[in-house]
């Protein structure tokens, strides 16, 4: 990390299905997050914008609009979240997040439509990073849930045109533009391994130094967390490989150990864990035991029916950066200076680090009581003293 990176907030955690929303958004939170840190330069946050929106903005008045309101407020769209295609903020998303994947021709559309909309909203010269969802959630007719070759193949065949088709308007416009690939517990793709794998066995053979250019990774540290994966072994593996770590996603993820606990404690713990069962997002939970075996449950709740008082548990719910739980609930939060340490030691640049909390408005109240524009002013500020300490 020898340039200094660029650091911000992802605006997935505001509902925008429309242009007006995501205008809205901004003027009401996102200025508002600037103002708190008394930020007297441009400041990068993540922008994210539904298909609906995406479709509104092909009118210039539309995209006129959000640019005025950009550049009146000096807020800098560094980075695009382009996992969410739909409504993010519906009465229940859970697994319609990764719809449509990457098997369809509305991904590789939806994806090109938010590298137009970046280019223009881009200052010259900087690159533009757009995570992106690991090819999709398996199918519940896949035996054992393992992607068929032809599935495969589909995804690796759009990932390329995509690339193909960056590329072309690289050398027209010098604007590069990387996907990044996003794993997440559950997924197709749910760790590093699987990730490299993909790389080496479908896309690196359909044009190495094309993919190399505009396909990387997004490196969530609180997926990668839930997976029991080590930070360091995680930016190796990307590294060795020569994938680019486009951006690292900034979060903390939910961590009991019921193993130092006692019977009370467990209790409570139990108790608290359930207040993070709610009814609109994914929880993935992985439980690892004492002898090294571990368990993975596709929500919460089914984890707190199967599971007894044992283990480490981790839970895909993005808390706070700041939070340091409870008493007998804990965090994964220092997997996130694990994870800058790693970038260190293996010399890996990362230009863009986006702190996404997206889950504000379902946290439980006895984790955070003041605003959400004031939540997301306090992370801000965490990780930036911490990074600070690091490059």
Request: net charge negative.
């Amino acid at each position: 990390m020898n340039k200094k990176p660029e650091i911000g907030y992802c605006g997935n955690v505001h509902p925008a299905v429309s242009v007006d929303q995501l205008i809205d958004n901004l003027q009401q939170h996102t200025v508002a997050v600037k103002q708190l840190l008394a930020m007297d330069q441009p400041m990068p946050f993540g922008i994210w914008a539904s298909a609906t929106a995406l479709e509104q903005l092909k009118s210039p008045q539309s995209l006129s609009r959000l640019k005025d309101v950009l550049d009146e407020n000096q807020l800098v769209p560094f980075t695009v979240n382009g996992f969410p295609y739909g409504d993010f903020h519906q009465r229940v998303v859970k697994q319609s997040v990764y719809t449509p994947d990457w098997s369809t021709d509305k991904r590789l559309a939806y994806t090109l439509q938010l590298a137009d909309l970046h280019h223009d909203l881009l200052p010259p010269a900087a690159v533009s990073t757009i995570s992106t969802l690991p090819l999709g959630w398996p199918a519940e007719r896949w035996k054992d849930g393992s992607p068929p070759k032809e599935y495969l193949r589909r995804c690796a065949e759009n990932l390329t045109t995509c690339a193909t088709e960056l590329d072309r308007r690289y050398q027209q416009t010098g604007r590069r533009h990387v996907i990044c690939i996003e794993p997440e517990p559950g997924c197709v793709l749910d760790c590093c391994g699987d990730v490299v794998d993909f790389f080496q066995r479908s896309l690196f053979p359909r044009g190495e130094s094309l993919i190399r250019n505009h396909i990387g990774v997004c490196h969530d540290v609180c997926h990668s967390a839930v997976m029991f994966e080590s930070q360091d072994e995680a930016i190796a593996a990307y590294a060795n490989a020569g994938i680019e770590v486009g951006k690292v996603q900034v979060s903390s993820a939910v961590e009991v150990d019921f193993d130092g606990l006692d019977s009370d404690e467990k209790t409570e713990a139990r108790k608290q864990l359930s207040s993070f069962c709610e009814p609109k997002y994914l929880h993935q939970t992985s439980v690892q035991r004492a002898e090294g075996e571990r368990r993975f449950f596709v929500d919460l709740p089914d984890a707190l029916a199967a599971e007894g008082d044992t283990g480490v548990w981790r839970v895909h719910f993005h808390v706070p950066i700041f939070y340091q739980g409870s008493q007998v609930i804990g965090t994964t939060q220092n997997c996130i200076n694990d994870c800058l340490e790693a970038l260190v030691k293996h010399d890996v640049t990362v230009n863009h680090f986006e702190v996404e909390t997206y889950a504000w408005p379902v946290l439980p109240e006895t984790v955070f009581s003041g605003s959400l524009n004031e939540g997301i002013a306090q992370e801000m500020r965490w990780f930036h003293k911490l990074i600070s300490q690091e490059i």
